[in-house]
């Protein structure tokens, strides 16, 4: 189906190690985007790619890394996770940065470090 | 990016129309505003946005006033299923980051 998947849905995993979260459009957008959700803080940019090989970081990109070898890919790694990252993370896609292009989330990924 | 303020809550009854308001009274001249929702354990989803006049599309209508202070997004013939936090956020057309603010939680009730 058409759409933007994340996988894995749910990932428990202990400090230290290292954790990758796919994120999958199959729009061929330009735009991805990850984002972080915590009680009290709504959702938060940690890093965007406006297209293949180009990224930037957000509002909270600290402890994070991305890349972008392919235009429907944009998988996020936390090298070293912290219970701090301990969080629903979503992605998101988007034709163009334009009026009218509205971003498309995916259902998320909980991870819960311990 | 222009602030929102939003109700923390709301209710309404099933079947009647839900008014959630919006007051974004610092908005610049090119922002515009969206909306989205965020149902139980999902992503956001996008409903609606507009820059000066009043939009409708299959979800809702956004209304907008004249000086651009404020907005209304109107959801007619609520459902159950319409039970969500609903964001309102102001961006810039190009360029503009989503900056997502705390929403107001719409229970819509039978």
């Known amino acids: 189906d058409a759409g933007i998947t994340q996988s894995p849905r749910y990932k428990i995993t202990e400090t230290g190690r290292q954790v990758t979260l796919m994120c999958h459009q199959t729009w061929s957008h330009s735009y991805m985007f990850w984002y972080r959700q915590d009680l009290g803080h709504g959702l938060r940019l940690i890093y965007y790619s406006a297209a293949a090989d180009i990224t930037d970081k957000g509002e909270v990109p600290d402890g994070y890394v991305v890349s972008r070898s392919k235009t429907e890919n944009f998988p996020l790694t936390l090298e070293s996770a912290t219970r701090s990252q301990t969080s629903v993370y979503f992605c998101?896609?988007?034709?163009?940065?334009?009026?009218?292009?509205?971003?498309?989330f995916g259902d998320g990924t909980r991870l819960s470090i311990l | 990016d222009a602030k929102t303020t939003q109700p923390p809550s709301m209710d309404c009854a099933e079947g009647r129309a839900a008014n959630l308001p919006c007051n974004h009274s610092t908005i610049s001249g090119n922002e515009y505003v969206y909306w989205y929702r965020q149902i139980h354990s999902q992503g956001p989803q996008y409903i609606i946005h507009g820059l000066k006049n009043n939009e409708t599309n299959e979800m809702a209508s956004l209304i907008i006033t004249e000086d651009r202070k404020s907005s209304t997004l109107i959801l007619p013939h609520a459902t159950l299923r319409d039970t969500a936090v609903y964001y309102c956020i102001v961006r810039v057309a190009t360029g503009g980051k989503l900056i997502f603010g705390q929403g107001t939680e719409l229970s819509v009730k039978p």
């Open positions: 998101a896609s988007s034709e163009s940065q334009g009026a009218g292009q509205p971003q498309h």
